[in-house]
């Protein structure tokens, strides 16, 4: 069974950076598309980025410039790279593997002075 298990979320001031992981039990990366989603309190999930079996990879306009995603296969791990982070970036931040249609727990990022 596939887990997820994000890490490296915390408290950052704004223009700050964070870097979140997201480490796999298995190796999924051959199989499945990887995606970064978030919920902030009151709104629904989106989608930040994701990154493609073929290592393409796609941003939320909101983030574009800003936050990177990529993987390491060898540690079966996604990233994403948050810089010059915002208060509106504040939300819990979520990995899913889609052809599992699998979510790991989140990890809570908070932008505030």
């Known amino acids: 069974q596939v887990q997820l298990v994000e890490s490296g979320g915390g408290l950052v001031q704004p223009g700050g950076s964070l870097r979140l992981s997201c480490a796999a039990s298995v190796n999924i990366f051959a199989l499945s598309t990887l995606d970064w989603y978030r919920q902030a309190p009151g709104k629904e999930r989106e989608l930040v980025a994701a990154v493609t079996t073929a290592g393409s990879t796609n941003y939320a306009d909101s983030v574009k410039g800003r936050f990177t995603i990529s993987r390491d296969n060898a540690k079966n791990t996604v990233y994403l790279q948050m810089d010059s982070l915002k208060p509106e970036d504040t939300a819990v931040y979520y990995c899913?593997?889609?052809?599992?249609?699998?979510w790991g727990q989140g990890t809570q990022v908070t932008v505030s002075s």
């Open positions: 899913y593997a889609r052809y599992f249609s699998r």
